[in-house]
T-cell receptor, first 112, second 113 residues
Framework: GDSVTQMEGPVTLSEEAFLTINCTYTATGYPSLFWYVQYPGEGLQLLLKATKADDKGSNKGFEATYRKETTSFHLEKGSVQVSDSAVYFCALIDNYGQNFVFGPGTRLSVLP | DSGVTQTPKHLITATGQRVTLRCSPRSGDLSVYWYQQSLDQGLQFLIHYYNGEERAKGNILERFSAQQFPDLHSELNLSSLELGDSALYFC????????????FGDGTRLSIL
C-alpha cells in the first residue's frame, strides 16, 4: 500500500541554520504530495504542496520539489527561526483521491 | 485561526461508552475530514464527507461512524470505546471534494479510563 517515510526526529538546529527534512514515499501512479506543520497545541496547517513531478511547492520560505525518480519530497528552508519549531508531516494522496497517507512526523526544535 | 471549530476540546469517559465529537467547517468549505492522531499509530485518515455525502473512507473502525448534516457541520460517533481509542481527533475542511484537507481544527482530546 501507499506509505510515507520521514527522517526521524527530533531535529535540533540553531537559528539561521539550513533545514532539510527528508521525505520519501511509496505509491502507485502519480500521487500529490504535501507538507503540513503542527505548532504546539494546535491543529495541522497546510504548508505547501506539489501535484506533479518536478513541481516545486513553496510557502513562508519553505520549499520542496516533487522528485519522481527518487520518490522524494524533501522539505528545505534556508534560514530557520525559533518560530519554526513545530512538527512537520509529509503526506500524499493517491491519484484516485481516495487514500490520504501521512508520514510519522518530524519534530523540529530551533534554538536561539 | 483556521476557522474550523471542534467541540469539545477534551473528553474523558470510560470503556464501553459512546461519545460524539462535533466539527464545524470553515465558512464556505463543503468538505469535512476526520483524523485520529495517537502516539503509536501516528496520524490516520478516518473519513471524508463532501456536501453531505461520504467521499472516501480510510482506517475507520466499524465502531466509529460519521455524518455531515445539511448545515455542513459533521459529527464523529465513537461507540463501545476501548482504551486504545484514546487519541487526539482532528477535523479538517476544504472548499472542494479533492480529499486534500486545507484547514484543521485544534482537535478533541479523548481519554478513555
Amino acid at each position: 500500500g501507499d506509505s510515507v517515510t520521514q527522517m526521524e526526529g527530533p531535529v535540533t538546529l540553531s537559528e539561521e541554520a539550513f533545514l532539510t527534512i527528508n521525505c520519501t514515499y511509496t505509491a502507485t501512479g502519480y500521487p500529490s504530495l504535501f507538507w503540513y506543520v503542527q505548532y504546539p497545541g494546535e491543529g495541522l496547517q497546510l504548508l505547501l504542496k506539489a501535484t506533479k513531478a518536478d513541481d516545486k511547492g513553496s510557502n513562508k520560505g519553505f520549499e520542496a520539489t516533487y522528485r519522481k525518480e527518487t520518490t522524494s519530497f524533501h522539505l528545505e528552508k534556508g534560514s530557520v527561526q525559533v518560530s519554526d519549531s513545530a512538527v512537520y508531516f509529509c503526506a500524499l494522496i493517491d491519484n484516485y483521491g481516495q487514500n490520504f497517507v501521512f508520514g510519522p512526523g518530524t519534530r523540529l526544535s530551533v534554538l536561539p | 485561526d483556521s476557522g474550523v471549530t471542534q467541540t469539545p476540546k477534551h473528553l474523558i469517559t470510560a470503556t464501553g461508552q459512546r461519545v460524539t465529537l462535533r466539527c464545524s467547517p470553515r465558512s464556505g468549505d463543503l468538505s469535512v475530514y476526520w483524523y485520529q492522531q495517537s502516539l503509536d499509530q501516528g496520524l490516520q485518515f478516518l473519513i471524508h464527507y463532501y456536501n453531505g455525502e461520504e467521499r472516501a473512507k480510510g482506517n475507520i473502525l466499524e465502531r466509529f461512524s460519521a455524518q455531515q448534516f445539511p448545515d455542513l457541520h459533521s459529527e464523529l460517533n465513537l461507540s463501545s470505546l476501548e482504551l486504545g481509542d484514546s487519541a487526539l481527533y482532528f477535523c479538517a475542511s476544504s472548499a472542494d471534494h479533492s480529499n486534500q484537507p486545507q484547514h484543521f481544527g485544534d482537535g478533541t482530546r479523548l481519554s478513555i479510563l
